[in-house]
């Protein structure tokens, strides 16, 4: 039987009614809402295909692809008759349908799929009147499977040519009011329980083409309420052609989910009354999404519905599954409530989490930052306890330092020790300080590593991660020393130069600070001179740049010797030893190169060209424009001026390698950290208890400490850890779209010293500003990095995007053309790297990765400290310029470069 009626049909049916024609079988059998029809099964197409010899042609011309080869399909489907017997079939078929117009779609037996929708691929006719052209149409929808872009579509799915056959499902068409289509499940958020509805006026043809900008519902079906209605301006609608249109053929039609030639529908203006008035009301909008729980529940998986509404009743007249559903996002944080009255401040140690924290990390971290700062607070002002006052909270999962307002007055009292730390005399003791700080933090973290994980109970194993987060965090108190100190000896250089030293045609100041080593840059020449090396090995350069190696499998690829292989291990694991802590985001749910080196080998890749810029080079051409102009300005100053200069200077070029060896070395507890992680959640997963190892991260300590006792003590574990792993998640994904303030509670007497934060609380518009990082101006296009995971798609020449870039980004500093970031100021990493880098940088923008997508093409101007994004001139509205993060830096830094100008005017006036 070449006809089959829908009702004979199942859901299971697809090889014969294809997936469009299965699924509605389905539907009908299952007493939902479905014209009646009938379906032209896939034998009568391969027939068809046999009956004409079209074979061969088919597989070569599908191999082909192209509008070519489709018009030349096209043809030859046009030029074969159908064979009598089926022609009588269909017009049997369509007599006791009650004749009529009739809608005639596509069913491929490669659509419709849980894997795939192929929404789209194949054409659709409607209002088709008369047994002739619906026998025309149903010969068109076969030649429709061989557009160019249904093959370009199966091509890229892996479908072969030989796979795919295609019914056509002939259909009574519904005269529609309105059609549209329904997820039941919002496609925009992954939340299940919300379903979303879109809404035109006539035919369904306009939704699905995108024709005409639609009203939007979006229910809760759980709890049978409307959550939102966006009602739009409908300019246009399809509806059935006139009967004489009709039959003259000169309408307008559209493919199955797109445009195409043929049917018999038109364009009209829609009503003056209609276009902005809602096309559903909340009643008629709970009814159907009840209509589209019940088809969900129906087919066990959420599903792309598409419906109609006549004389108030509402039709279905396809449903497919959701194929491309994204995790789901809890909401987006409006308000940010205070857990208890203070000042609430993002600087510091949070420039290091810009995304929320997990319930773990912030639960170690609330104790061992306020712990950290209370030790370093009592080396300036002893017998007090100044963890009083102090905390760390999580507001909508954001870290931000809190303090009483006693706090902050007891911390006032410390100003004379801190500028006294700042000045000649006290820089010495602090660079001892962060020396022994460093040295005792890489005997702690050696100790915790040097345990073996698999020997230590699940507690033993938290108390450890408990130790090294305990231990970072009061290694960070010797960073905040470090940092405002550098900061102060840059400003202060700056402001000397700029004001005083500086003549006409003179370098920048910043020439003056470059071409120095720092960690950072080490670890770019460390790989760079790896790539020279695996250059010179047979084979082994050809292999590293092909992405199918594995370069973490012990098997040597193609073409590689065994003994090189082992070589290039051997090489890349010292590499990692030594560099492989750097962060991209302090919380340790996120991997370091050391554990995941992919964005590394990127890197490295990149390097291996032939034509990859040489760092030495690089660090030598600065170092010695840097000498150059040291020696001209200092030989033109002579006397004590040239001293006092060349002191100044030599503070600041001292200093800056300092602050990024400092910076870099946050990240050493990180690689042992997640070790003694994954050993632990490992432990959780072989218990069933969560589905990956590092999902640990989602527990509160608390959870943590009753989950390890269990696992000690030989007891059961929660049945819900996984919903409560996945809810914690979801509520992440949605605070991550949020801005978080920069201080809390937001006054006018803040925002007047807002400049002293690094990042914007967020900009709108064509021209994004922000810090001045380094100079230049690029126009290329955009690579938003939302965190390690995208660091590989980083390609060279594009500006790299990102929240902040911490020492770990530094690889794709070589690479890129420019870097933006939401965060950070003119003395942050990102600024002191593109300085070496001579690449343009603009820094603490607010909302550069909210408001740029990858592939825009940007211009980003780094003296200037903003950025055009495409579309638009719009014009930033003036604002005061942000320096960083430190009070006392900036305040410190302006009262001693004002000092010291005053000093050096007067030593320029005549005796």
């Given at each position: 039987m070449s006809v089959r009626w829908l009702d004979e049909l199942t859901r299971y049916d697809v090889a014969i009614a294809g997936g469009k024609g299965a699924n509605l079988g389905e539907l009908t059998r299952a007493g939902f809402p479905v014209p009646d029809g009938f379906v032209v099964t896939t034998d009568a197409y391969t027939g068809f295909v046999a009956d004409h010899h079209l074979d061969a042609a088919l597989a070569e011309l599908g191999a082909t692809g192209g509008a070519d080869a489709s018009a030349r399909i096209a043809g030859l489907f046009a030029g074969g008759e159908l064979d009598p017997g089926l022609a009588d079939e269909i017009r049997a078929a369509y007599e006791r349908l009650g004749g009529g117009p009739v809608a005639v779609r596509s069913s491929a037996t490669a659509e419709d799929l849980a894997e795939a929708s192929f929404a789209g691929q194949q054409d659709t006719y409607l209002n088709v009147q008369g047994a002739d052209a619906v026998l025309a149409a149903v010969r068109d929808c076969w030649a429709s499977l061989w557009t160019a872009r249904a093959i370009a579509y199966r091509a890229e799915h892996g479908v072969p040519v030989d796979d795919v056959a295609l019914a056509v499902v002939v259909q009574r068409l519904v005269p529609a009011d309105a059609a549209g289509v329904m997820f039941t499940a919002n496609p925009a958020n992954g939340r299940a329980e919300e379903t979303v509805i879109t809404a035109a006026w006539g035919l369904g043809e306009a939704v699905v083409s995108g024709l005409v900008d639609t009203d939007t519902v979006v229910v809760d079906t759980a709890a049978g309420r409307v959550l939102s209605t966006v009602v739009a301006d409908k300019a246009l609608r399809i509806d059935p052609a006139p009967a004489d249109l009709s039959e003259s053929g000169g309408a307008i039609a559209f493919a199955d989910s797109d445009k195409s030639e043929g049917g018999r529908t038109q364009e009209t203006p829609t009503a003056p009354e209609q276009r902005r008035a809602a096309v559903l009301d909340e009643d008629e909008a709970l009814r159907l999404a009840a209509i589209g729980a019940s088809i969900e529940a129906h087919f066990g998986a959420p599903q792309d519905i598409e419906w109609v509404l006549a004389g108030g009743a509402f039709s279905v007249v396809q449903s497919r599954p959701v194929t491309a559903l994204p995790d789901r996002v809890g909401p987006v944080p409006v308000d940010w409530p205070l857990p208890e009255p203070g000042m609430y401040f993002r600087a510091s140690i949070t420039e290091q989490l810009p995304d929320p924290l997990t319930p773990l990390f912030a639960d170690m971290m609330a104790t061992a930052v306020p712990t950290g700062l209370d030790r370093l607070m009592s080396e300036l002002a002893p017998g007090e306890d100044h963890r009083e006052g102090i905390s760390f909270p999580v507001i909508n999962g954001y870290a931000f330092y809190r303090y009483s307002y006693r706090a902050l007055g007891r911390m006032a009292k410390t100003t004379p020790q801190v500028f006294s730390m700042m000045s000649a005399s006290g820089s010495a003791n602090l660079e001892d300080r962060w020396r022994r700080r460093l040295a005792e933090y890489s005997a702690e973290?050696?100790?915790?590593?040097?345990?073996?994980?698999?020997?230590?109970?699940?507690?033993?194993?938290?108390?450890?991660?408990?130790?090294?987060?305990?231990?970072?965090?009061?290694?960070?108190?010797?960073?905040?020393?470090?940092?405002?100190?550098?900061?102060?000896?840059?400003?202060?250089?700056?402001?000397?130069?700029?004001?005083?030293?500086?003549?006409?045609?003179?370098?920048?100041?910043?020439?003056?600070?470059?071409?120095?080593?720092?960690?950072?840059?080490?670890?770019?020449?460390?790989?760079?001179?790896?790539?020279?090396?695996?250059?010179?090995?047979?084979?082994?350069?050809?292999?590293?740049?092909?992405?199918?190696?594995?370069?973490?499998?012990?098997?040597?690829?193609?073409?590689?010797?065994?003994?090189?292989?082992?070589?290039?291990?051997?090489?890349?694991?010292?590499?990692?030893?030594?560099?492989?802590?750097?962060?991209?985001?302090?919380?340790?749910?996120?991997?370091?190169?050391?554990?995941?080196?992919?964005?590394?080998?990127?890197?490295?890749?990149?390097?291996?060209?032939?034509?990859?810029?040489?760092?030495?080079?690089?660090?030598?051409?600065?170092?010695?424009?840097?000498?150059?102009?040291?020696?001209?300005?200092?030989?033109?100053?002579?006397?004590?001026?040239?001293?006092?200069?060349?002191?100044?200077?030599?503070?600041?070029?001292?200093?800056?390698?300092?602050?990024?060896?400092?910076?870099?070395?946050?990240?050493?507890?990180?690689?042992?950290?997640?070790?003694?992680?994954?050993?632990?959640?490992?432990?959780?997963?072989?218990?069933?208890?969560?589905?990956?190892?590092?999902?640990?991260?989602?527990?509160?300590?608390?959870?943590?400490?009753?989950?390890?006792?269990?696992?000690?003590?030989?007891?059961?574990?929660?049945?819900?850890?996984?919903?409560?792993?996945?809810?914690?998640?979801?509520?992440?994904?949605?605070?991550?779209?949020?801005?978080?303030?920069?201080?809390?509670?937001?006054?006018?007497?803040?925002?007047?010293?807002?400049?002293?934060?690094?990042?914007?609380?967020?900009?709108?518009?064509?021209?994004?500003?922000?810090?001045?990082?380094?100079?230049?101006?690029?126009?290329?296009?955009?690579?938003?990095?939302?965190?390690?995971?995208?660091?590989?798609?980083?390609?060279p020449g594009e500006v790299l995007v990102a929240s902040i870039t911490t020492p770990a980004y530094t690889p794709l500093f070589a690479m890129a053309a420019g870097v933006v970031t939401d965060i950070g100021g003119v003395l942050s990493h990102g600024s002191i790297v593109a300085r070496e880098y001579g690449i343009p940088a603009v820094l603490g923008t607010g909302s550069a990765t909210r408001l740029i997508h990858s592939g825009d093409e940007i211009t980003v101007d780094g003296g200037t400290g903003t950025v055009r994004l495409p579309g638009g001139v719009d014009e930033p509205e003036p604002e005061e310029s942000k320096v960083g993060t430190w009070v006392l830096v900036a305040a410190g830094a302006a009262a001693l470069a004002a000092v010291v100008t005053l000093v050096l005017r007067r030593a320029r006036r005549p005796s």
């Open positions: 973290v050696s100790t915790e590593d040097a345990m073996p994980a698999e020997a230590l109970s699940a507690t033993e194993l938290l108390a450890a991660v408990g130790r090294l987060v305990d231990a970072m965090a009061y290694y960070y108190t010797a960073v905040q020393t470090i940092i405002p100190m550098a900061a102060m000896a840059e400003l202060t250089w700056n402001g000397v130069y700029d004001r005083l030293l500086r003549t006409a045609g003179a370098p920048p100041a910043e020439t003056f600070l470059l071409g120095f080593d720092s960690e950072p840059l080490r670890a770019d020449t460390s790989l760079y001179d790896l790539s020279r090396w695996a250059l010179t090995r047979p084979g082994l350069a050809a292999a590293l740049a092909d992405p199918a190696t594995d370069v973490a499998s012990a098997q040597a690829p193609s073409g590689v010797a065994d003994e090189v292989w082992q070589d290039w291990h051997s090489r890349f694991a010292d590499h990692l030893a030594r560099h492989g802590h750097t962060l991209y985001n302090l919380d340790f749910v996120n991997p370091v190169p050391a554990d995941d080196p992919t964005p590394v080998v990127q890197a490295l890749r990149f390097d291996l060209a032939p034509d990859a810029p040489d760092p030495h080079q690089r660090q030598q051409r600065a170092a010695a424009a840097r000498e150059d102009a040291t020696a001209h300005l200092l030989g033109g100053l002579g006397g004590w001026r040239s001293d006092r200069a060349r002191t100044l200077l030599a503070k600041a070029q001292h200093t800056g390698p300092l602050r990024e060896d400092a910076l870099a070395a946050m990240g050493l507890f990180a690689p042992t950290s997640r070790r003694l992680l994954r050993e632990f959640g490992g432990r959780l997963v072989s218990a069933g208890a969560v589905d990956e190892a590092m999902d640990v991260c989602w527990l509160t300590l608390v959870e943590a400490q009753g989950l390890a006792a269990a696992l000690d003590g030989g007891r059961g574990l929660p049945s819900d850890l996984r919903e409560r792993v996945e809810e914690r998640k979801a509520l992440a994904r949605g605070q991550r779209l949020a801005t978080p303030p920069q201080y809390l509670p937001q006054s006018r007497a803040m925002d007047s010293v807002g400049w002293m934060f690094p990042g914007k609380d967020g900009q709108s518009g064509n021209l994004l500003s922000g810090n001045v990082g380094s100079g230049g101006v690029v126009t290329a296009r955009a690579r938003v990095l939302a965190g390690p995971q995208d660091l590989a798609s980083f390609q």
